[in-house]
């Protein structure tokens, strides 16, 4: 069974980086049938998708246009797990943000989610 | 504003079927396949159907899914209580390079 789970602070700054963990188990983040995504949900926005990392070969790295220029997502094969950064953080980045498996065709599996408030 | 197109709200009473649209276009649901997901209150979206009418083990089949061109809808049989909660549509998109979702529909059983 697979299991996600999220860890990272609540509140972050305005302008600051948001720094959020992934741990999986059940699962290899290096499986080369799988790929590992970020995706939000807020109020405003609804859900939406932040980007992924998946192993085919070599890491790949994905970004959504919305977030490119601000957002890392890295594999950890030692820890097994992966993580997002988000820089520049503002009050419209508050949202629940959630990691998510992607299995052939679907997100099958989602993280506990994590409630992120940007406030000063 | 939502890449996928669904309906606020639906309802029905208990025992009734009701049937969730979600609208796309040529980029996202006509070539890709799409997922629902159920979410209550307070917890994490999930998987309901994927591959357009697949239900993952212990979804009941209650629930199916169906796709036509640019357009997918989820029916919902024999309505139960525990039902009411919001769902949700979600297709790759081929354009944007990225999965997109659908607003959202918050089904009620009256």
């Known amino acids: 069974q697979v299991q996600l789970q999220q860890s990272g602070p609540g509140l972050v700054k305005p302008s600051q980086t948001l720094s959020l963990t992934c741990a999986i188990s059940?699962?290899?983040?290096?499986?080369?049938?799988?790929?590992w995504n970020w995706i939000r949900q807020s109020p405003s926005r609804g859900l939406e998708w932040l980007g992924r990392t998946y192993y085919r070969s070599k890491w790949n790295i994905a970004y959504a246009v919305s977030v490119k220029s601000r957002i890392t997502i890295n594999p950890d094969t030692s820890k097994n797990q992966f993580s997002l950064q988000l820089n520049s953080m503002t009050p419209e980045d508050t949202a629940v943000y959630y990691c998510v498996r992607g299995g052939l065709g679907s997100l099958d599996y989602w993280g506990q989610g994590t409630l992120v408030t940007v406030s000063s | 504003q939502s890449v996928l197109t669904q309906p606020p709200s639906a309802s029905a009473t208990p025992g009734q079927g009701v049937s969730i649209p979600c609208s796309g276009s040529t980029s996202n649901i006509r070539s890709n396949t799409v997922n629902w997901f159920q979410q209550f209150p307070g917890t994490a979206p999930k998987l309901l159907i994927y591959?357009?009418?697949q239900r993952p083990s212990g979804v009941p089949d209650r629930f199916s899914g169906s796709k036509s061109g640019t357009s997918a809808s989820l029916a919902v049989s024999g309505l139960q209580s525990e039902d009411e909660a919001d769902y949700y549509c979600?297709?790759?998109?081929?354009?944007?390079?990225?999965?997109?979702f659908g607003g959202g529909t918050k089904l009620t059983v009256l």
């Open positions: 059940g699962d290899s983040v290096s499986s080369n049938s799988v790929t």
């Open positions: 591959s357009n009418d």
């Open positions: 979600a297709a790759w998109d081929d354009s944007l390079n990225g999965w997109v």
